[in-house]
Structure formats: C-alpha cells, structure tokens
C-alpha cells in the first residue's frame, strides 16, 4: 500500500501564489510517475501536470506557464507552484502516484485525499 500525505491549498486573491506538495510513503518498489489532478464542483477530475520518474513533465493547457511541479525523487514528495490563480482554478486538488510494488508487479495508482484551493477576492 502507498499512502499520500498533501499539504497547502488554501484561500488566496486572483493573481496569487499557492504551493502544494505531497510525500509518497509504504511499501513500494518504483514510482513511475506522481502528479496532481483537480476536481471542480460539478465537473470530473482532471488532469493538471505529472512528473515522471525521469526529468519529463506533462502540463494541461490551462496551466501552462502558470503553474511548475517539481519532484524530490530521494524523499518520494512532489510540488506543485501554482502562480497567477485564477478563480477558475478553485478546485479540489488531488495528489496522483503510479508505482510499481515489486519487480515484476503490475504498476497501481494511489491518490491522496484531495486538499481544497479556492481563488477569490
């Protein structure tokens, strides 16, 4: 099992700054990939911008230039900097790993318990 701890989110002004992050911990061989995705009232989730477990990313359009995630691969911990908030990016944010548990093992995804970021004046 892998267990996600999040952390940030919060209430911040149009134009802001806010910053997550997110550690991986339990019992895993690998981590392909850890990333966040997000959830608006009423629409499904997302895709915001992953890390894999090598130097690539993958950002949604509607982040680009905006938002950086960042991976600290010694400690199993992604970041995620989000700048310029817009109100449009008020949504529950959720931390995403895929990870192989063994050598051989099929790879599996886990998700953190989703941490709110509201953008409001």
């Known amino acids: 099992q892998v267990q996600l701890v999040e952390s940030g989110g919060g209430l911040v002004q149009p134009g802001g700054s806010l910053s997550l992050s997110c550690a991986a911990s339990?019992?895993?061989?690998?981590?392909?990939?850890m990333g966040w995705y997000r959830q608006a009232p009423g629409k499904q989730r997302e895709l915001v911008a992953t890390?894999?477990?090598?130097?690539?990313?993958n950002y949604a359009d509607f982040v680009k230039g905006r938002f950086t995630i960042s991976r600290d691969n010694a400690k199993n911990t992604v970041y995620l900097q989000m700048n310029s908030l817009k109100p449009e990016d008020t949504a529950v944010y959720y931390c995403n790993a895929v990870v192989r548990a063994s050598t051989v093992g099929p790879l599996m995804a886990f998700w953190g318990q989703g941490t709110q970021v509201t953008v409001s004046s």
């Open positions: 890390s894999l477990s090598g130097s690539s990313t």
């Open positions: 339990g019992s895993f061989f690998y981590v392909f990939s």
